[in-house]
């Protein structure tokens, strides 16, 4: 689970908000499942056994066996696949004690956390037994075919459930196993009114210094279940693993377990509980027992899982805890209880009080501090209400100023708009002009480019006209000087001819055969 996380009331955030936020939460963890002292001491003494009933102890060696019975049946190299890795614990302690031909892939989120689990695989000689890949698995697609698939408490920060699980069942090879530990109860990590009924009920009996919330630094009076999943994607759509995974493979194992009992071995109030003492022993099985009996019953359901499930019917027998995993399986829809909150408003401080009469004065003095750090708490938000009345006052009389410019802009902006009514008319009418103006001068081209051509052809033929003209003017002229020529030949003749009447017969006869040489 993340170490920090927001309240219910923290406003719902992007897909890349919280795919940051989750990015950020994880990149300085070096230490991701460390829980408090009492959580071991409930698990090993109430959980282990039934495990061990089932022929192993712990999460992982559910996954060390299965691995191991994986690569007996099957000849190598054979290839595993580790979702939402992390800084890769469990992958390196399972790539170390396996034997057998194997390669191990690991896909997460956070490149910083794979970093760290390279380092950690190189330092005990596995490097060459894992990949490492950085992966949204809220898209990712797998690459390859897969002969087991592991699941250590990733499932419960996975949004698109339904892609990742349909991409898991196509890369298993036939029988393959997907073995998965992870968290089942009500989105965010909260109890289902049901179950926060029975909460309440040792909630009371709990001293008041157990009821300070580590995690969020704050005293809960009332036990507040605060939402995990409005920041990042830590129990996101924890309650839909369960269903899907009876909608989309088969169960060969489950295990279901815990409910009541989360809050109190959890990091939030786990720590306050040391196992050394009588009283808190006695509480924690206390809350086991009625945690179990209700789960037997059917009355509540299991918030924690271990499970083999595969794509196939399972060829071996299969094995269940408390029940069948579909009857396990919480409808939201469930009518809720009246109330969750406890009836009679008080507290019960018997039980710690006759067995630790010790912690009597230890618990006052919490209270008178948790008292006094109220106080000082009341004095902080009086003040601050006093400021907040007069900014409240300031914000008023600005509100007012605001509201009264706004008026003004109001009416401004109706006679605007009237001045626009009537530009835009305005426009209207010059564009009715235009576009007229536009068919006019669009009909006049046309005639200017018609009188143009009947003007080219006119200047054609004038020019047509003009070389004629030139020509017969040229012919003229040479008609001219030629007239002019003979004209005064004839002239000439006429004086000869003068002369000749008056010279002798003789010279008459030279003068006409001189004539005739010239013609």
Not at 181 to 189: L, V
Not at 209 to 238: A, M, Q, T
Not at 388 to 393: A, K, M, P, Y
Not at 483 to 493: P, V
Request: charged letters at 30%; one cysteine or more.
């Amino acid at each position: 689970m993340a170490a920090r996380f927001a309240t219910m009331s923290s406003p719902r955030l992007s897909y890349e908000t919280r795919l940051s936020a989750e990015r950020t939460i994880f990149e300085n963890q070096t230490i991701v499942h460390d829980l408090p002292r009492i959580h071991h001491h409930w698990a090993n003494r109430y959980i282990r056994p039934k495990l061990e009933g089932f022929g192993f102890s712990t999460p992982n060696d559910l996954f060390y066996q299965t691995l191991q019975r994986t690569l007996g049946r099957s000849e190598g190299p054979l290839r595993f696949l580790s979702i939402g890795c992390g800084n890769c614990d469990l992958e390196v302690d399972l790539a170390r004690r396996l034997t057998g031909d194997f390669m191990m892939e690991c896909v997460d989120l956070n490149p910083a956390m794979l970093a760290r689990g390279r380092s950690r695989a190189s330092q005990y000689g596995v490097a060459g037994k894992l990949d490492f890949a950085a992966a949204d698995l809220n898209s990712w697609v797998p690459a390859h075919a897969y002969d087991a698939v592991l699941a250590n408490q990733f499932l419960h920060h996975v949004v698109n459930l339904e892609h990742l699980f349909d991409g898991i069942r196509t890369a298993l090879r036939p029988g393959a196993p997907f073995v998965i530990s992870d968290m089942i109860g009500r989105n965010g990590h909260r109890r289902w009114p049901e179950a926060r009924v029975i909460v309440n009920e040792f909630w009371r009996r709990l001293p008041p210094s157990y009821r300070f919330n580590r995690v969020l630094n704050r005293f809960e009076e009332r036990f507040e279940d605060c939402d995990c999943s409005v920041e990042g994607f830590e129990g996101i759509r924890s309650q839909d693993i369960l269903p899907l995974l009876n909608r989309t493979f088969h169960f060969q194992f489950f295990f279901g377990f815990a409910n009541v009992i989360d809050p109190f071995v959890d990091r939030q109030f786990g720590g306050h509980f040391d196992p050394g003492q009588a009283w808190v022993r006695r509480f924690i099985e206390e809350v086991h027992a009625r945690d179990e009996a209700e789960q037997l019953a059917g009355t509540i359901q299991p918030t924690h899982m271990l499970a083999i499930v595969t794509k196939d019917t399972p060829a071996a027998a299969t094995a269940f805890y408390p029940r069948p995993p579909r009857d396990c399986e919480r409808d939201p829809e469930r009518p809720m209880p009246e109330s969750s909150e406890p009836r009679d408003g008080g507290f019960d401080c018997g039980d710690w009080l006759r067995t630790m009469p010790e912690a009597a004065d230890a618990q006052f003095a919490f209270l008178s501090q948790a008292l006094s750090a109220s106080q000082q708490k009341a004095l902080e938000l009086a003040g601050w209400g006093e400021n907040l009345r007069r900014e409240f006052s300031e914000r008023t009389a600005w509100a007012l100023d605001r509201d009264r410019r706004v008026t003004e802009l109001e009416a401004g902006r109706v006679g605007l708009e009237r001045e626009l009514e009537d530009r835009t008319s305005w426009a209207l009418e010059l564009d009715r002009l235009a576009t007229q103006t536009a068919e006019q001068v669009r009909q006049l081209q046309a005639e200017l480019a018609s009188r143009t051509e009947w003007a080219l052809t006119l200047d054609q033929r004038v020019r047509s006209l003009e070389s004629d003209l030139a020509a017969e003017c040229q012919r003229m002229n040479e008609t001219e000087r030629e007239l002019k020529e003979r004209t005064a030949w004839a002239f000439r003749l006429q004086d000869e001819l003068e002369v000749a009447r008056r010279v002798p017969p003789s010279r008459w006869r030279r003068l006409r055969a001189k004539l005739s040489r010239r013609r």
